[in-house]
Structure formats: C-alpha cells, structure tokens
C-alpha cells in the first residue's frame, strides 16, 4: 500500500512540474545503491554466495535495463497516444488495485502470483508516465517503479527474514513518509490512508485473535459414514 501510495505521489509531482526528473533520478539513484549495500550487509553475503551472482553481472543488468528503458523512452511516451486520460487513469487504478491483490504478502494461496502483480504495476507505471511532459519524464518513472515495485520488496523480505526488527523499524518509516508526502496533497487523502492502515495493520489482526476465542469444535458419539455398496461398476 505505501510503495503504491509513494509512487503515485511521486508522478503527481512529476506532472505537476514539481520534481524534476534529473532529481528523482538522482535521489533514486542514491537511494538504490545504499539499498544494495543494505541487502548485501544483512546476511553478510551469504545470500549473494549461495546464487552466485556477482556484481558484475549485477551492474551489466542494470546498464542494459537502462539503456533499454532510455532508449524506448520516445516509444513509451507516446505510446497511449491514441487513448483518453480518463482511460488511462482508470487502467491504471485497476492494475494498480491488481497488484496490490496478486502481491505475494507471505501467505501460501492460490491467488498469490508475484510475477503478475509486478507486471500489473509496471503496467500501470508506463500508462502514467505516458502522460508526463517528456520522454525523459518517462525513462525515470518507469525506472522509478522497477525500483520501489520490483527492488523495494526484495529487500523488505531480506530484512524481514534476518533482522525482522529493523524490518518493523524501516516498514514504518516508509509508511511516514508516504503519509507525509500524501498529506502534501491531500490532507483528507492521507487521514483516510492512515485510517486504513491502521484497520488493516492493528483493528483487522485484533478482531482475528478476539474471533478465535469463540471458535468450537462439535463433538459427539456419532461414528463417520462409511460407504459399504460395491461403487467398482462407477470405475470401469
């Protein structure tokens, strides 16, 4: 919800002249590489040791990524041409409703697809910067949303796994600063979100537990059913 909420607000500066892309590029910049350092520095590499990933290989797949995302950046911006805004804001709304739904949160379900919920977020992403007044608008929100949509989460499930303090600890960080910067927008906005946080995080987990004590199991002298008719002729 907060990665969503950061990212919206971010293009909503974006479109409004507020931010500048070189800014947000660089800021993103920086904040990826003290995140990579953090995600090595968790498990002391061990997780870097077992994949055999180097960081040369990690740094070609970054130099691609960019200069394929700048390249097709033209392509990007005038890719819903065609399209209404209102369309575009409503899709929009829709994958990023999807992702939050398909993200895989830590429960083992069926509904859960990490590959989809991050395609619908990228799906989103470029329908937005679609709208953003040039193609280097373009380039960094879509860079911007590999980054908190696809990198982000990685290292939250890092921190979670080793240090689950320190996870607690930057979880609500980020949720500060995605209040703070809603609220920059919309005061009623960042009430309503921080309402809806705290249901989900604090009134929805109490309500579970307080439920549990009610919960009975009906026993009796009854024995099961048992099924004694010759059912081979429904096999053949």
């Not at 960081?55 to 399209?83: C, H, M, N, Q």
């Not at 979100?193 to 579970?208: E, G, M, R, T």
Request: net charge neutral.
């Amino acid at each position: 919800l907060c990665s969503v909420c950061v990212f919206v607000v971010t293009w909503w500066y974006m479109d409004a002249g507020m931010l500048s892309p070189q800014g947000l590029f660089g800021t993103a910049l920086v904040s990826s590489l003290l995140g990579y350092v953090l995600f090595d520095a968790v498990d002391s590499g061990a997780g870097r040791r077992e994949s055999g990933r180097t960081r040369w290989a990690d740094l070609k797949s970054t130099l691609v990524f960019a200069a394929f995302t700048y390249g097709f950046s033209p392509v990007l911006k005038t890719l819903t041409e065609s399209i209404s805004t209102d369309t575009i804001y409503a899709m929009s709304a829709l994958m990023l409703l999807g992702h939050l739904i398909f993200f895989d949160y830590g429960a083992n379900a069926a509904i859960v697809s990490s590959t989809l919920s991050l395609n619908m977020a990228i799906f989103a992403s470029v329908c937005l910067a679609s709208r953003l007044p040039r193609s280097l608008h373009a380039f960094v929100m879509v860079t911007f949303a590999m980054q908190i949509f696809a990198l982000w989460p990685m290292l939250q499930k890092k921190l979670k796994a080793q240090t689950p303090r320190c996870y607690v600890g930057v979880t609500v960080l980020f949720a500060l600063v995605a209040l703070a910067g809603l609220a920059t927008i919309s005061s009623v906005g960042a009430v309503l979100f921080a309402s809806l946080l705290l249901a989900i995080s604090c009134l929805c987990p109490y309500c579970l537990i307080r439920l549990q004590l009610l919960k009975d199991n009906i026993h009796g002298p009854w024995d099961e059913a048992e099924i004694k008719e010759d059912l081979s002729r429904f096999l053949m």
